[in-house]
């Protein structure tokens, strides 16, 4: 029978009216999925041995992602495919449709993370005792997670033993994974040693701390809010802080269609909208890329480093601190009061400090700014906090106001 014959065969399952029967069947077709994910895997270490990606000048992983799987997947049947080499009970319950990929997987990841806790060679039976753990909390019904967790439990008792560094200090089982999610957003997660997550937390800490509102109102923003803005802030300033005078190091490549110059594009994230592009344009290096129906570059701008030298130092002096929440100078971008995208200049007249957050919130919603008389921004508060949107001083000039 050839290989696509067993499609029709799995189209044509029946699926009993009475629960156990339903439940059975589903068992049964489960078991087939295993099977099938255990030939899947073999054949995606067959590919990887015969370089039949090098040839196409590709990947495995992609080479299987261009015949269908999904990109989560097709890294899974290489990673057991390899990685499954004298791990000989565990591929048996795999080649019988006993346990799941996402279980071999566990394992496989398992025996490898103990591997690389044990400074120097590790013996055949000793693998087989990690294997034979693993394996059993497998069979006893242990989920993937929790069986990567025993992994990293007996890891730790073997480098404890052999002079190994403890896992809260062993830099090389560091991981970060990210992947853009199908809404345009980025997600992942991260496991780091204790001085790398000390760092990481020192840095964030101060700047995801609450901060007023600019009529004295509690900060809205929930805990982890206030830490993804304070990441954004880390980003924007290398990592470790800046000099009060220099820019920001974001630099930013904007992709604009000629044929519809609203529909901005980032080179990693995708689509974005024109109040996020304005936003950037305020205090980031941006190289414009017109393109052409045919997706060819036409117009290509030089990026301009924003509000340098000697008019960012003169804004500092002059605002001190975000203008509407009072955060940090080091921590605030130079914003365009009339967008450099229409034009604003970039002079002491037109800019002001605001941070990540209120900076987000006056190109996104109602806030606007406006160059008092006296050569200070005021804020202009939307008409659903204000319903006369009166003029508000900068957050460096409140109490001087009020006590005139």
């Given at each position: ?39 899947l895997a ?231 909208t024109e ?58 971008d130079c ?70």
């Open positions: 029978m050839a290989v696509v014959d067993l499609v029709d065969e799995v189209i044509g399952v029946e699926f009993p009216d009475d629960p156990a029967g339903v439940v059975a069947v589903v068992k049964d077709l489960i078991t087939v999925r295993n099977a099938v994910e255990s030939r073999a054949g995606a270490a067959v590919i990887d041995r015969l370089g039949v990606a090098k040839r196409l000048g590709s990947t495995t992983s992609k080479v299987l992602q261009a015949n269908g799987a999904a990109p989560g997947a097709a890294a899974r049947w290489l990673r057991i495919g390899t990685g499954l080499a004298g791990l000989d009970r565990t591929a048996g319950y795999f080649r019988d449709g006993f346990l799941s990929a996402e279980h071999i997987d566990a394992i496989v990841r398992g025996v490898g993370h103990v591997r690389s806790r044990i400074p120097g060679e590790v013996s055949d039976d000793f693998r087989c005792e990690v294997e034979g753990k693993l394996l059993a909390h497998a069979i006893s019904g242990a989920p993937p997670a929790e069986i990567g967790r025993i992994a990293r439990t007996v890891g730790n008792e073997v480098a404890g033993e052999q002079g190994g560094v403890p896992a809260a200090e062993d830099a090389s089982l560091n991981t970060l994974d990210y992947a853009a999610t199908p809404d345009g957003r980025l997600a992942g997660r991260f496991d780091v040693d204790a001085v790398t997550g000390e760092k990481f937390m020192s840095a964030l800490d101060a700047w995801s701390r609450p901060r007023p509102e600019p009529d004295g109102s509690a900060d809205t923003r929930t805990p982890t809010q206030r830490r993804a803005d304070a990441l954004h802030q880390l980003l924007d300033c290398g990592g470790g802080g800046q000099s009060l005078i220099s820019a920001p190091r974001t630099e930013v490549a904007v992709t604009v269609p000629a044929d519809h110059p609203d529909l901005a594009s980032l080179r990693w994230m995708g689509p974005v109040a996020t592009a304005a936003a950037l344009a305020c205090d980031a290096s941006i190289t414009s890329i017109t393109l052409d129906g045919q997706q060819v570059p036409i117009d290509l701008s030089p990026p301009k480093r924003l509000f340098t030298g000697p008019v960012r130092k003169a804004i500092l002096l002059r605002d001190t601190c975000c203008i509407k929440c009072g955060a940090s100078a080091t921590w605030s914003h365009h009061i009339v967008h450099w995208a229409d034009g604003g200049p970039t002079t002491l007249g037109n800019g002001c400090l605001l941070c990540r957050t209120c900076h987000r919130a006056v190109h996104h919603t109602d806030w606007d700014i406006t160059m008092g008389t006296d050569g200070h921004p005021w804020l202009i508060p939307p008409a659903d906090i204000d319903p006369t949107r009166q003029p508000r001083p900068a957050y460096n000039r409140r109490t001087l106001t009020l006590a005139a």
